[in-house]
T-cell receptor, first 113, second 114 residues
Framework: AQSVSQHNHHVILSEAASLELGCNYS??????LFWYVQYPGQHLQLLLK??????LVKGIKGFEAEFIKSKFSFNLRKPSVQWSDTAEYFC???????????FGTGTLLAVQP | DGGITQSPKYLFRKEGQNVTLSCEQN?????MYWYRQDPGQGLRLIYY???????QKGDIAEGYSVSREKKESFPLTVTSAQKNPTAFYLC?????????????FGPGTRLTVL
């Protein structure tokens, strides 16, 4: 069965620090990958997605993610975080016959001003 | 404004009672989904529907039921058979094809069973 692993459960950073959140998935075929974000008190919303083509994808608010097929990874990055990036971040994947979106357990990011 | 509405935002029920959570969308999406979010467990799929009058079980369907009589609406009933119903419930929708399209989420309903 497909699964998604997010190894960092809680991350605390100071403003202007660089961010990298890990995401690994377990399906060996063609996958479509997503990062969603849930700001405090707000809807879950899409940050970025990868379907095909350039493995480095740009999302909203300065976020980017790199798909590395050989490592089954889709890590999220941001060069300089802001206090407003405090949120929970979810990696998700669709692959194989099920066509169901499988979520990781989430990473809670706290950015200190 | 197009979007997904879930009501109520907070819901309290006594153990042994069935409760129905509402989800409505005006995005003209064919597909709709119900997820359960628990701390440290991410989102888990309960049920999904690709088209009116059809729905499939997700990974944790036991103790839940759904209906899809209208395109805009996908209510979820949490029955007394659900052993641990207290959770945050999220509804989502998407266009049906291709299947990997973005899912749009509602604001959620926090259910507490006392």
């Amino acid at each position: 069965a497909q699964s998604v692993s997010q190894h960092n459960h809680h991350v605390i950073l100071s403003e202007a620090a660089s961010l990298e959140l890990g995401c690994n998935y377990s399906y060996g075929g063609t996958v479509n990958l997503f990062w969603y974000v849930q700001y405090p008190g707000q809807h879950l919303q899409l940050l970025l997605k990868y379907f095909s083509g350039d493995p480095l994808v740009k999302g909203i608010k300065g976020f980017e993610a790199e798909f590395i097929k050989s490592k089954f990874s889709f890590n999220l990055r941001k060069p300089s975080v802001q206090w407003s990036d405090t949120a929970e971040y979810f990696c998700a994947v669709i692959g194989g016959a099920t066509n169901k979106l499988i979520f990781g357990t989430g990473t809670l990011l706290a950015v200190q001003p | 404004d197009g979007g997904i509405t879930q009501s109520p935002k907070y819901l309290f029920r006594k153990e042994g009672q069935n409760v129905t959570l509402s989800c409505e969308q005006n995005l003209n999406h064919d597909a709709m989904y119900w997820y359960r979010q628990d701390p440290g467990q991410g989102l888990r799929l309960i049920y999904y529907s690709q088209i009116v009058n059809d729905f499939q079980k997700g990974d944790i369907a036991e103790g839940y039921s759904v209906s899809r009589e209208k395109k805009e609406s996908f209510p979820l009933t949490v029955t007394s058979a659900q052993k641990n119903p207290t959770a945050f419930y999220l509804c989502a929708s998407s266009i049906r094809e291709p299947s990997y399209n973005e899912q749009f989420f509602g604001p959620g309903t926090r259910l507490t069973v006392l």
